[in-house]
């Protein structure tokens, strides 16, 4: 049925989360509603989600094979992933293994971090578990990011272990709507901090356009600050540390 001009792009937002997240990374520095961490950077918008805000595997692998195949002149140079389902890490303790995994979606985020170069960050999950639980998340090439308040603490929903890298703001969180272009909204998840991580990565490689993505996670690592005084009462262990954009 033609639809008379008024289609939606194929990109469009009938959702709202990817309006939020994409605040959080790049929203304009002028003095209305928000501030993005890395005000103004280039959003490539891939929609892989309906918009009651699921979908497949198959879906998303499509997703990161369009990023990769328009990643002309090295552009997008980092993937945020705001989503994740159950799953494992089938090598786990390989980062960029030359024999690559056979499970399309991981083998797709190992074509765009191992071949192509693309900075990937994920949210580690919002269900208070194990990250290694939850792909994409316990993937290796990935920077898994975790959530916390206002008070520096983690809240008992935001996933821990080993595969997590860094925690980043992820509780009420202030951040544009698609409701209308002055539209804005206040939620929650470690879907609003991976977007925190992942405008810092663009801040990085705008200081260092050659990194790749191993060494942009090491740029962070190395920038964080240390979370091992902090309170946490999350009941789970948070040794991650907290994201530090100064200097970049």
Known sequence: MKCRGKCRTAYDDDNGHGTHVAGTVAAVNNSVGVLGVAPAAELWAVK??????????????????????????????????SLGGRGRDDQDGQYCPANRSTDAFHNAIQKAVCDHNITVVVAAGNDGADAANYVPAAYDEVITVSATNSQDDW??????????????????????????????????????????????????????PSYTPAQVKQALLQNAESTATWKNTSGNPHPEPFLNVRGF
Not at 184 to 196: D, E, K, L, R, V
Request: proline fraction near 6%; charged fraction near 5%.
């Open 48 to 81: 892989v989600l309906s918009g009651s805000g699921s979908g497949s595997i198959s879906g998303i692998v499509q997703g990161l094979n369009w990023v990769i195949a328009h990643n002309n002149g090295g552009k997008p140079k980092v993937i945020n992933m």
């Open 155 to 208: 809240p008992s929903w935001s996933n821990y272990g080993p595969d997590v890298d860094l925690a980043a703001p992820g509780v009420a969180i202030l951040s544009t709507w698609n409701s209308s272009t002055t539209s804005y909204n206040t939620i929650s998840g470690t879907s609003m901090a991976s977007p925190h991580v992942a405008g810092a990565a663009a801040l990085v490689l705008s200081r260092y």
